[in-house]
């Protein structure tokens, strides 16, 4: 029996031994391949600080990586959105074959899209970053691709024509780049597509592609398309169309449809002989509809040659008979225009309908469009640009005078780009203030010693037309609020777009908040209540009042300026349409809504939630996004929101320099407001008229 216990101690060990060497080490639980797809991306990522990851081994699913999800040993979602991360994505992705979501969205990635992707994947997010080059990656091999998002980057050059294959997508996001070229005839056979976005790039040719994909979303906004808008997109608002050069007259009609004749050896013989018995005849009906075709565009011609003489003559009169009252020299500023530039004018008011009207409501006969355009309606017209001023008077120098913009009684002033060189000393660098998304700002100093800040507006350059920008010049100097920056005047001239505004003279909030300038007041607690509450009025102003309300899409600590009182002007008005392109860092994009930085939904819930975040600087004293601190507290929602409704944590993200004067009643409710605009529902958010109100009865505590 003992010899039985002994034998079977020694064939347990030997056992285990040989079992051991067998199956070898313990392995990790996640697969080795998803371990060293993230080990590579770690490493072309320039090694963040993400929590748990590593250039080397690791467990991302039993050790929960930041940003990683799993089933079971597979890694299934990678959401890195928003981190702040630098460097490219590598060429490892292709060994994630079970990832189904990819979403690296609003950071500062950087490289080419010339890469393999997860075979599997069915969600894609990488826009937002600073991609370039072509579009090189094959998304015509996943073929389970339901999403793609890889706008706001700076893409360029023509699309590959790989869409084939993409049945499942059903959204297709490439706007904001600088894509040129026709639509790849692949487009065509999108069968699921229901929503796609182009706008904001450069491509050309027609969109009858488009005609047949079951659309219920769609902007092509802001490219050189030309052609038609086919019939069965004019559902969609005339403004995911504008920017283009559609015509705005008819279509040709559609060529009939041909009527094959059957296959076949015997039809093929009756054909034959059908075109040989009777050439005399097919002839003869040809020659007659050419004669119908031409006698009746002969007569038509016959017709308008004939308007066109008699317009000419009366036009001849009539111009002698004011010559003595319009000069040629006059200048172009009044609101009168000169009956004999009525006709110029017409052609031009039938050019601009497009931008103004609902493309289904335009008439497709030119005379319509001319009867809509008559001369009493002329006195509204906005002046000409001010190089054509120049040219009209020869050179010689005209001053400066007062225009009002549409129906709004404020009278925005015309400056010379001599008088505001002037006032800045040529936009010297010692007069640059504000080095702003949409232009620098200089302080300036005119003759009859009035401060102003004048924005040159470098980038618009390439986007907008002068006809755009006066018609950004009518919108913003519409704007009649205590606590919105007031625009004073604008100059365009040789193709410099400038804004001149009253001058503010204590900075950003962003600058009393986070910087050490020598001449920064510290903020109080009623002083941030006080600048909370004068930013919410300016939103329910732009909100809840103005009609059409005015969305901003970029609000911030950064365009809320103080003056001398620390009372609140929001500047950076009116440019929501001119954002997309720009270069935005990672602290400008924590303060926009969720909606918009995933699926660019523009609604005046995004400036809420945008408030929110201000909000929240005013109470912690941190910025919206801090790169230098530990990576749970970069985000300042991340970090914050959890700890809005616990009083003592409350009392811990305090800025300690309102610690002792800042009431627990009062900051109790000012972080219920908070919570409230950082909802990631939309629709639970606050209106700004309700807010003003939450914040009018904590500045009453």
């Known amino acids: 029996m003992k010899y039985d216990s002994v034998r079977k101690l020694y064939v347990g060990i030997i056992y285990t031994v040989w079992l051991n060497a067998v199956k070898g080490p313990a392995q990790a639980f996640t697969d080795s391949r998803d371990v060293y797809a993230l080990n590579q991306l770690y490493i072309s990522l320039n090694s963040p600080s993400l929590n748990g990851w590593s250039g080397n081994g690791g467990d991302p699913c039993s050790e929960l990586w930041e940003g990683v999800a799993c089933a079971g040993p597979n890694v299934t979602l990678l959401n890195l959105t928003a981190m702040g991360l630098t460097g490219g994505l590598g060429l490892a992705l292709q060994n994630l074959t079970t990832l189904i979501v990819l979403d690296l969205s609003n950071n500062l990635l950087s490289g080419g899209l010339s ?24 998304f015509s091999e996943l073929m389970n691709l339901n999403k793609l998002n890889i706008s706001n980057n700076h893409l360029s050059g023509a699309l590959p024509d790989m869409f084939s294959s993409l049945q499942s997508i059903t959204i297709l996001d490439l706007s904001k780049n600088s894509l040129s070229g026709p639509l790849p005839s692949s487009f065509a056979g999108l069968a699921s597509l229901h929503t796609l976005y182009l706008q904001d790039n450069m491509f050309t040719g027609t969109i009858n592609m488009l005609a047949q994909l079951p659309l219920t979303d769609l902007d092509v906004s802001n490219n050189s398309f030309t052609g038609w808008i086919p019939s069965e997109l004019k559902n969609l608002p005339s403004s995911k169309f504008i920017g283009n050069s559609f015509s705005i007259f008819p279509a040709p009609p559609p060529p009939p449809p041909s009527v094959p004749l059957p296959s076949g050896p015997q039809n093929q013989v009756a054909a034959v002989t059908l075109h040989s018995a009777s050439p005399k005849k097919s002839i003869r ?22 308007v066109l003489v008699v317009l000419f003559f009366v036009s001849r009169r009539k111009s002698r008979d004011t010559d003595d009252k319009y000069d040629a020299e006059q200048s172009w500023h009044g609101s009168l225009i000169p009956p004999w530039k009525a006709e110029e004018i017409k052609q031009s008011c039938i050019r601009s309908q ?91 100093h005119l003759q009859n010693g009035q401060v102003i800040g004048v924005k040159k507006l470098d980038y618009c350059l390439t986007r907008l037309g002068e006809d755009e920008f006066l018609d950004l010049v009518s919108k913003i100097s519409r704007f009649r609020h205590e606590n919105i920056l007031t625009l004073i005047g604008y100059c365009v001239e040789h193709g410099q777009y400038l804004l001149a505004y009253n001058f503010i003279g204590n900075s950003s909030l962003y600058e009393n908040l986070h910087t050490d300038l020598e001449n920064k007041k510290r903020l109080t607690w009623s002083d941030r209540v006080k600048i909370a509450l004068g930013t919410a009025r300016a939103l329910e102003y732009l909100q809840e009042i103005s009609k059409p309300p005015v969305i901003l899409c970029n609000l911030s600590s950064f365009n809320i300026l103080l003056d001398d009182d620390l009372s609140p002007h929001l500047s950076e008005c ?65 970090w914050a929101f959890p700890q809005l409704c616990d009083i003592n944590a409350l009392e811990r993200m305090l800025d300690p320099s309102i610690y002792a004067t800042c009431p627990k009643k009062s900051m109790s409710r000012f972080a219920d407001i908070i919570t409230q605009c950082l909802q990631n529902d939309p629709k639970f958010r606050p209106s700004m008229g309700e807010v003003v109100q939450y914040l009018e009865q904590i500045q009453n505590i």
């Open 115 to 138: 890469l393999e992707l997860p075979p599997h994947v069915q969600e894609i997010d990488l826009s937002s970053n600073q991609f370039t080059g072509n579009v090189l990656t094959d």
């Open 285 to 306: 009906s040809y020659l007659t509809l050419g004669k119908m075709i031409g006698i009746g565009a002969g007569s038509l011609l016959a017709m308008v040659l004939a």
């Open 354 to 444: 497009d931008h103004k009207e609902e493309l289904e409501e335009l008439k497709p006969v030119v005379d319509s469009s001319l009867k809509a355009c008559n001369v009493s309606e002329f006195t509204n017209l906005k002046p000409p640009p001010v190089p054509e001023l120049s040219k009209m008077a020869k050179g010689r120098e005209f001053s400066c005078r007062a225009q009002s913009h549409g129906s709004s009684s404020f009278v925005a002033q015309i400056y010379r780009i001599a008088d505001l060189q002037l006032a800045t000393d040529s936009f010297a660098e010692e007069n640059l203030i504000h080095n702003g998304i949409f232009g620098k700002v200089f302080k300036g």
């Open 574 to 638: 009116g440019f929501a349409n001119y954002l997309q392109q720009e270069q935005v860092s990672a602290e400008h994009l924590a303060y926009s809504a969720p909606e918009y930085t995933s699926a660019g939904l523009h609604m005046v819930e995004n400036d809420i939630y945008s408030f929110g975040v201000v909000m929240l600087e005013l109470l912690t004293g941190r910025r919206s996004f801090d790169g230098s601190r530990p990576w749970r507290e970069r985000s300042l929602v991340r």
